[in-house]
């Protein structure tokens, strides 16, 4: 009887260890099965994700052959499904494109194309990458200086610095920074040099020379020059245009100002006050290029005009005469200051007072473009604040010397672009500074590198893609 009841019980052992090992064998086998579908879906879904990027540069390869083309060479609105083949194997899967144009003012500002990616493999699996295709624009940058300029110790930039000359870099750059020339005669007397020597291009005792950088390229002021004719045109038609108003001219050592122009008041509902200047008020100030200067920057009498919605088909303000802005700006506007009626005379553009967006998500902006320069006056507000990308096509952005006269805080969100060389603070004797800011803080706004104002002008003509997402 024993001997029959262990041969029960190795039975009973031998089924249970049976149905064990069936289970695990059974168990493995699911799970290398499902490792090799997931294998196989991965490997799938990369594949539809790189046939979208093929999407991508596909229409940019089309777009290079077929400027401002929205419909693939085809009478058709889309989407534009193009097949994929491996030059081996043939056919892999398709690409099918939407493109859709950004018009403001009627005229293509950027190319929205979106790919959907799918491999024959499993069509149930797509990859849709999205890309916005124009010329890159100013805004990629903090600064873009025409010539030699001096980044001085108080300074704090973010985002790019970059002038066609020397750059003398004390400040904290927190880019990269850089110069068209390798090396540079620093003057004596000039630049903190106290003689005549070599230095690179860009020099200084600024704490993040590892980002500096020269020779580079340089980037031309006469190929991002606005056509100021078209834009007229289109101020005219669909936008906000003030014609010429000034009558009398300053002329002193050849430099030309307006004793009277408009002044623009941005308001956070997306409107603009507009108002006539009867009067200002006549300032001395130095400038390092035509010496001792009376400006006439300061309002002292003006009328009130009217009060007018920006469009937001065609945001553009063309102001044929000098002009004052300040306000908070609601959408993307760009405001042009030029004279296209008075032969010789450029107008400027002066900062009254700060300069605000009504949000900071990336939905407001601002580009002002002047055919001469973008000057911050005489009594500023001791804490200015300036959102834009301020553009000083013929002369420079900066603030005369003003003698004695000191203010606190200069705040710019955005980006400047000064053809000639960049000042807003001044020291004298022994260092200090004598005359504009104490304190000036600098960071170019991310969220117009991709979305700038319209017009805003481009850093160079080759189109690319300046945005790149996955969907």
């Not at 960071?443 to 117009?448: A, G, I």
Request: a negative charge.
């Amino acid at each position: 009887m024993k001997h029959t009841s262990e041969k029960g019980i190795v039975i009973v052992l031998v089924l249970v260890f049976a149905a064990v090992f069936g289970l695990s064998v059974s168990a493995l086998t699911s799970f290398i099965f499902s490792q090799s579908k997931l294998g196989a879906s991965k490997e799938t879904r990369e594949k539809a994700f790189g046939i979208a990027e093929a999407g991508l540069e596909y229409y940019h390869w089309f777009l290079t052959h077929n400027p401002g083309n929205l419909k693939d060479g085809t009478t058709s609105s889309g989407p534009y499904v193009h097949t994929y083949s491996d030059p081996e194997t043939g056919s892999i899967g398709s690409f099918s494109l939407s493109v859709q144009g950004n018009l403001k003012c009627g005229q293509l500002q950027s190319i929205d194309i979106t790919s959907v990616g799918t491999a024959n493999a499993d069509t149930q699996f797509k990859r849709t990458v999205f890309g916005r295709h124009a010329a890159p624009s100013v805004a990629e940058y903090a600064y873009i200086i025409g010539e030699n300029v001096w980044a001085g110790s108080d300074r704090d930039i973010t985002g790019p610095y970059h002038s066609n000359g020397a750059v003398r870099m004390d400040g904290t750059n927190n880019s990269i920074v850089t110069s068209g020339v390798a090396t540079w005669t620093c003057p004596a007397g000039d630049f903190g040099c106290t003689t005549s020597h070599t230095v690179n291009g860009v020099f200084g005792d600024g704490p993040n020379s590892n980002l500096w950088s020269y020779p580079e390229a340089t980037i031309s002021f006469s190929t991002m020059a606005s056509n100021f004719s078209n834009l007229k045109t289109y101020a005219i038609s669909s936008g906000i245009y003030l014609a010429p108003y000034s009558t009398t001219q300053i002329n002193y050592s050849g430099y030309y100002t307006a004793v009277n122009g408009y002044h623009l008041k941005f308001n956070s509902n997306g409107t603009v006050d507009i108002y006539r200047v009867t009067n200002t008020t006549g300032y001395w100030g130095y400038r390092s290029d035509i010496g001792w200067t009376p400006d006439y920057h300061v309002i002292t009498a003006e009328t009130f005009i009217q009060r007018k919605t920006i469009p937001t088909d065609c945001p553009v303000i063309f102001v044929e005469d000098k002009t004052w802005i300040e306000g908070t700006v609601k959408g993307k506007v760009t405001v042009i200051t030029a004279d296209l009626v008075n032969a010789g005379y450029n107008p400027d553009v002066i900062i009254k007072n700060s300069i605000n967006y009504s949000t900071q998500n990336g939905s407001d902006g601002l580009t002002v473009i002047s055919e001469n320069g973008i000057f911050i006056p005489p009594v500023s507000q001791n804490t200015l604040t300036l959102n834009g990308i301020f553009v000083a096509q013929g002369d420079r952005f900066g603030r005369p010397y003003y003698e004695g006269d000191t203010k606190s805080q200069l705040t710019i969100r955005g980006s400047i672009i000064s053809n000639k060389r960049v000042g807003t603070s001044w020291t004298c004797e022994g260092g200090a500074v004598c005359s504009g800011y104490l304190n000036r803080d600098n960071s170019y706004d991310r969220l117009q590198t991709t979305n700038p104002p319209p017009f805003t002008p481009s850093s160079t003509t080759t189109q690319q893609y300046i945005l790149w997402q996955e969907l």
